[in-house]
């Protein structure tokens, strides 16, 4: 081969050899770029998640703030508050009014007031195993009370009382409830009273004084209320709230499929139960 051709094959490999290698390098830098497109990629859906669990975080520690000692939703389930709330209302409670308990202990935030006769609370009742209830303030702490043939006497002074319903005349207590109520009755006696010949029933009782620390509840459905007059005087340590307004009811009885969303009492949404 002569000199001039072998320079010629020699650039030409040159060349050759360039452009490949021009081209390993574009390859690479091909895959350095979907490398870093592929990490960018997987760094932002990083990102993202962690900022989605943070959210969700953050919403669960406000809703359990909000629950704990703000606002909680409650349920009726019987009907010893009627004709005032019936089976089926949903409630929103201000739990923060009368000082809501802090999660975990049995320690109390300051309270706005104090509950008041006459107004209707949340509690949780004072037996083993008892649910969370509604029930309305008959008297508190100092208040001398009575019940003379089912009226109310708060201070020797007769209460009115719009809101409360006798439906069954022939309700009363057996005599194992009577003992029962009598025990709890009798420390707070007033002195006027017998207590050898004293034998309380349904519709009449007392006069006894509220001790300090205490509350006396009874439904408005007094025929068919399970109440103070049943398990005694409330510690005010048990007070959760007071009822704020329904946000939603039905009838859960009704005859329709799903009476959820088909049997809703339009006419109670909203208001606030007195």
Do not use: C
């Not at 050899?17 to 091909?30: L, Q, R, Y």
């Not at 007059?229 to 009885?253: A, C, D, K, T």
Request: proline content about 6%.
């Amino acid at each position: 081969m002569s000199k001039k051709k072998k320079k010629r094959v020699d650039k030409q490999q040159g060349v050759t050899e360039e452009k490949a290698s021009e081209a390993n390098a574009a390859d690479k830098a091909e895959d350095v770029s979907e490398e870093k497109t592929e990490g960018d990629h997987k760094q932002s859906l990083n990102e993202w998640a962690l900022g989605w669990i943070k959210s969700i975080a953050i919403a669960l520690v406000i809703w359990f703030v909000v629950q704990a000692v703000l606002v909680k939703s409650f349920r009726i389930i019987s009907n010893s508050l009627e004709p005032t709330l019936l089976v089926g209302d949903w409630l929103f409670i201000n739990k923060a009014i009368y000082g809501a308990r802090i999660p975990l202990t049995k320690a109390h935030l300051p309270a706005f007031r104090e509950p008041r006769a006459g107004e209707l609370i949340v509690l949780i009742g004072i037996e083993p195993d008892s649910l969370t209830i509604v029930k309305r303030v008959i008297g508190v702490a100092g208040d001398t009370l009575e019940m003379r043939n089912d009226s109310i006497f708060r201070n020797n002074e007769y209460v009115v009382e719009p809101y409360v319903r006798h439906i069954d005349p022939t309700a009363h207590m057996d005599r194992m409830q009577q003992g029962r109520t009598k025990r709890w009755q009798l420390p707070h006696l007033v002195d006027t009273v017998d207590r050898d010949e004293y034998l309380p029933d349904l519709r009449n009782w007392g006069p006894f004084v509220i001790p300090e620390g205490h509350l006396f509840t009874m439904g408005d459905n007094r025929d068919s209320s399970y109440d103070g007059r049943h398990w005694g005087l409330l510690p005010r340590g048990q007070v959760i709230g007071h009822p704020m307004f329904i946000y939603w009811s039905y009838n859960p009885e009704h005859w329709r499929p799903l009476p959820i969303v088909t049997a809703v009492r339009w006419n109670r949404l909203f208001r606030s139960p007195g």
